[in-house]
């Protein structure tokens, strides 16, 4: 008996989580890493990047040329989006809740960082 409620707790718990993960892919904002947003027919990771604990969400972001790219500073310090190239893009001081959009015009592999902690890196990929 005992482990027959156990067991029941354990799907209940499993089909509450499938739930909650499903309400959080559908949310209003077009999340991280769906197809929503504004881009629409984008790459592989959305077309926004989240900055939250010091690193960027996701890591590695890929859109076509032409597809804009959102970074939001949902930290809570200021940050940059600074590609390494030093030239391609760079937002400047992004204060928390603040973002940053970029629209790339060429195909490339381009890293980027934060000027202000240079530990904190990512990559957007742009396709044709
Ligand atoms: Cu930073």
Do not use: E, Q, R
């Amino acid at each position: 008996m005992k482990s027959k409620n156990i067991l029941s707790a354990f799907i209940f718990c499993f089909l509450f989580s499938i739930a909650i993960d499903s309400c959080s892919k559908s949310g209003a904002t077009g999340g991280t890493y769906g197809t929503g947003g504004t881009g629409g027919t984008v790459g592989v990771g959305g077309t926004t990047v989240n900055i939250s604990g010091m690193s960027f969400s996701p890591f590695s972001i890929t859109v076509k040329v032409g597809i804009t790219v959102k970074w939001t500073n949902n930290d809570n310090t200021t940050h940059t989006v600074t590609s390494d190239d030093g030239t391609t893009f760079n937002s400047g001081n992004v204060a928390t809740g603040g973002s940053f959009s970029f629209t790339p015009t060429v195909a490339g592999n381009f890293p980027y960082h934060c000027n202000i902690h240079t530990g904190m890196t990512g990559t957007l990929v742009v396709t044709n």
